[in-house]
């Protein structure tokens, strides 16, 4: 079995840094294949495990880490606290944005 569930973030105001705002998955088993082949190259060699989770236990929650150079259009149900809350879904990569142009500042939690 292949996971695959893009992880989510935005610069932060300070010092330019990459902070994660949630995840986005809901792949297809084919879709899954093709993202981990598609970002291989963009791997930095990190790699982790997630905590684990109170609604799906046992499954693997390891986690690699790619360089921030892909912005990733999603949509959302509900955010908070600076962070994607529910029911992220991946609209679309957008090679017309720079990475550094998508700030914290730019999530909307409703507020």
Same mark, same amino acid.
């Given at each position: 079995?292949?996971?695959?569930?893009?992880?989510?973030?935005?610069?932060?105001?300070?010092?330019?840094?990459?902070?994660?705002?949630?995840h986005? @998955? $809901?792949?297809?088993?084919?879709?899954?294949?093709? !993202? /981990?082949? %598609? =970002?291989?190259?963009?791997? +930095?060699?990190?790699?982790?495990?997630?905590?684990?989770?109170?609604? @799906? $236990?046992g499954?693997?929650?390891?986690?690699?880490? !790619? /360089?921030? %150079? =892909?912005?990733?259009?999603? +949509?959302?149900?509900?955010?908070?606290?600076?962070?994607?809350?529910?029911?992220?879904?991946?609209?679309?990569?957008?090679?017309?944005?720079?990475?550094?142009?998508?700030?914290?500042?730019?999530?909307?939690?409703?507020?």
């Open positions: 079995m292949v996971a695959c569930s893009l992880g989510i973030g935005a610069e932060a105001a300070v010092a330019g840094r990459l902070r994660p705002v949630g986005a @998955s $809901g792949f297809s088993a084919a879709d899954k294949r093709r !993202l /981990r082949q %598609e =970002l291989a190259a963009l791997e +930095t060699g990190e790699r982790g495990s997630g905590d684990p989770s109170r609604w @799906s $236990g499954r693997d929650l390891e986690w690699v880490e !790619l /360089r921030p %150079e =892909l912005v990733v259009e999603v +949509t959302y149900d509900h955010a908070s606290n600076g962070r994607i809350r529910h029911g992220a879904k991946v609209v679309r990569f957008r090679d017309d944005r720079d990475p550094a142009s998508c700030g914290i500042d730019q999530l909307d939690t409703g507020s």
